[in-house]
């Protein structure tokens, strides 16, 4: 099946320090998102993106869609303790794969202050 | 407030058992999903509805079941639970015309010995 590759798989920061993670895919998704996961609860959607070329941002936060549709980026800017959890990238290829979401596995954000 | 909850949040069972997770909606969302959480793996999606009487095989199907006999309601049924099915559950629901925005759970924790 599909697979999404993300980076880091882990990352130790200090407080302020901007934050880049990346998810990458062999097949084409025409939706990209954002999840981060706190500890003991589901994930939360963060920032949605649904064109190819697309830059959103939602506060510190900005990813964008990557052009060849195969790549997504998320940016935190001066992070803070509480950007501490599970960052999750996840796709939809449309088409059969309607609604259906393909994740990445995950990067582990641990912010010192 | 419009929620989803999942229920129990903790389970021990032993192998062989047949176990019942709960997932209760109140968005009057027409899509629900069931993940499993493992390590490295992200989350895979088990089986997923469309709507009442429609249920669909996901990624991880073997050994689960599900049945949607109303709007707000997909419980997932382990038929015979195995140690390999010892994972954090996620339910989720997204809105027809917004499927790819889900909703998550906050899971249930299931242990099987």
């Known amino acids: 099946g599909q697979q999404l590759n993300q980076s880091p798989q882990s990352m130790f920061i200090q407080e302020g320090e901007d934050v880049s993670m990346n998810c990458t895919s062999s097949?084409?998704?025409?939706?990209w998102l954002w999840y981060k996961q706190d500890p003991g609860e589901g994930p939360v959607l963060l920032i949605a993106l649904y064109k190819a070329g697309e830059l959103t941002s939602n506060g510190r936060l900005t990813a964008q869609f990557g052009i060849t549709r195969k790549d997504s980026f998320l940016n935190i800017s001066a992070s803070i303790p509480s950007d501490v959890g599970i960052y999750f990238c996840a796709g939809v290829a449309g088409g059969t794969s309607y609604g259906k979401l393909t994740f990445g596995q995950g990067t582990i954000l641990t912010v010192h202050p | 407030d419009a929620e989803i909850t999942q229920s129990p949040r903790h389970k021990i069972t032993e192998t062989g058992r047949q176990v019942t997770l709960a997932c209760h909606q109140t968005?009057?969302?027409?899509?629900m999903f069931w993940y499993r959480q493992d390590l490295g793996h992200g989350l895979r999606l088990i089986h997923y509805s469309y709507g009442v009487q429609d249920t669909n095989k996901g990624e991880v199907s073997d050994g689960y079941s599900v049945s949607r006999s109303n709007t707000e309601d997909l419980p997932l049924t382990l038929e015979s639970a195995a140690s390999s099915q010892t994972s954090v559950y996620f339910c989720a629901s997204s809105n027809q015309g917004y499927e790819d925005t889900q909703y998550f759970g906050p899971g249930t924790r299931l242990t099987v010995l």
């Open positions: 968005w009057n969302h027409n899509n």
């Open positions: 097949s084409i998704f025409n939706t």
